[in-house]
């Protein structure tokens, strides 16, 4: 694969100046393997593990030797793609909670993908590190603070890169707004909004036999996500999964590469709509209507960054709405919001005071990378972006270059979470956020999304 010139420089000058060279110093040697096959493990074969599978399979220099679940079921069911696209079944690794751990000791793997339930992210994704093989961890990274400062510690001391699988970040719209931002279309920026605002009670709730509902039962008793994520929701609160909208919003404002998050603040509603959920679905006597959800219904943070920028992002899961990750871009010149998908910038907009349609302007402004992949992308999960995330993660293995989205994105994202649930608990108290840099985010310069290669 060719690197452009601007990544070649980057790649060059991080050397020179001891950035991902001093961070990254074993694994990232840029090489060109021109024919070279990627080896990809996977651990977490669910639902979304899954899909990850097919979407390798797509590529001819991607081979997959080994996988590891839990579940003999998400083991058949991967075995079935491997037939079904006539492929040598993988090796497969099911005995025990640590079976990832023999799998990681094979040589025959150049880069592992995480999409295990969150509480697993980090212990798999510091033993694959250790391993020497790139990790490719789910969102979100992290669930507590010390476990983004292990993610960091370990890809530094390992030098080998851990990317976030952030899908979001490559959403036909918010890549042409970030190109708008580049070029100063909306001034100088002051405010983003975003969130995760999805009705998921089909998915916290199952009759454990299939996802998407039919049932009020979750944990030792429910399907896929009901298995393992409800339990996040009785046991806290605060944005416990922010990095969908943040992904996105932290590249338009430069996040961990000239800026950087400092402080947040958390406000919970009353939690109030699971309750009702199990209620209305399982009736007053069901065994679930007991259990105290402790996550608040409509969760706000108010993150403020270096530069000067606020985001607020929602968390809201728990209630019936039409999904929205509500983003919103404003600065100085001029605003764009995702709901209603409309825009206004001073001086180029008809009519003064009044939205226009973003549709123009997305095909104007529309990111080189979509520009190049659209058709191949179509078919791909979440309208194409699952095509980007993987696609990004597999170019940086095979050519051996620090991923376009990295460890510190993954540490301060995710961090989000455990920060939130403190300043709640502490009745929306400031919080600081750390430098997951340590420094480095004032010299840092922007990497993703620059021109049509990651
Ligand atoms: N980026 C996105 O759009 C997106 C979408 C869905 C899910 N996700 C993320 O992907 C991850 C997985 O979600 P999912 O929907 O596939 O959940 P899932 O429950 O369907 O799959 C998780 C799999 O991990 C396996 N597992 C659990 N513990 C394990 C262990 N110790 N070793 C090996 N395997 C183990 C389970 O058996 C299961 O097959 C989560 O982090 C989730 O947040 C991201």
Not at 81 to 93: D, S, V
Not at 422 to 435: F, H, M, R
Request: contains cysteine; neutral net charge; glycine residues 10%.
């Amino acid at each position: 694969m060719n690197l452009t010139p601007t990544r070649r420089q980057f790649i060059k000058t991080a050397a020179l100046t001891g950035t991902a060279a001093t961070v990254f110093p074993s694994i990232l040697t840029g090489a060109k393997p021109a024919d070279t096959k990627v080896r990809l493990g996977f651990i977490g074969v669910g639902l979304r593990g899954r899909s990850h599978v097919e979407q390798a399979m797509y590529r001819d220099d991607v081979v997959i030797p080994a996988i590891c679940d839990v579940d003999p079921n998400s083991i058949a069911l991967t075995n079935e793609i491997f037939k079904k696209k006539g492929k040598p079944l993988p090796e497969a690794y099911s005995k025990g909670d640590e079976a990832f751990l023999q799998m990681l000791k094979r040589d025959d793997l150049d880069g592992v993908i995480i999409a295990t339930p969150w509480e697993w992210h980090v212990p798999m994704a510091v033993a694959t590190m250790k391993a020497g093989k790139y990790a490719g961890v789910e969102v979100s990274a992290t669930v507590k603070l010390k476990e983004s400062w292990d993610l960091v510690d370990t890809s530094e001391k390992t030098g080998v890169p851990c990317m976030i699988l952030e899908n979001v970040c490559y959403r036909r719209d918010v890549l042409a707004i970030l190109n708008m931002v580049r070029q100063g279309m909306f001034g100088e920026m002051t405010y983003a909004h975003c969130g995760y605002q999805h009705d998921l009670r089909e998915v916290k709730f199952n009759n454990g036999k299939q996802a998407y509902g039919g049932g009020v039962e979750f944990g030792a008793k429910g399907y896929s996500e009901a298995h393992w994520r409800t339990q996040h929701s009785v046991d806290r609160n605060g944005d416990i999964y922010p990095t969908h909208g943040l992904g996105p919003v932290a590249h338009w404002l430069n996040i961990n590469r000239g800026n950087r998050f400092t402080h947040l603040t958390s406000t919970a509603t009353k939690s109030r709509g699971l309750h009702k959920y199990v209620v209305d679905k399982g009736g007053a006597n069901h065994p679930n209507a007991k259990v105290n959800f402790k996550l608040g219904d409509v969760v706000t943070t108010v993150v403020e960054c270096a530069n000067g920028e606020n985001i607020v992002i929602i968390h809201d899961t728990n209630s019936p709405r039409p999904y929205s990750l509500g983003f919103r871009a404003q600065g100085t010149q001029g605003i764009w919001m995702d709901d209603n998908d409309m825009i206004y910038l001073e001086g180029v907009s008809p009519k003064a005071h009044t939205w226009e349609p973003f549709a123009a302007y997305q095909e104007k402004y529309d990111h080189p990378l979509w520009k190049r992949h659209a058709q191949t992308a179509e078919n791909a999960g979440h309208g194409g972006i699952d095509f980007f995330v993987m696609r990004a993660f597999i170019e940086s293995v095979k050519t051996k270059t620090p991923p376009p989205i990295d460890v510190y994105d993954a540490a301060v994202w995710s961090a989000i979470s455990p920060l939130s649930e403190e300043s709640i608990a502490g009745g929306s108290k400031p919080v600081e956020i750390p430098d997951f840099t340590r420094g480095k985010w004032k010299t840092n310069k922007p990497i993703f999304g620059l021109n049509d290669q990651f």
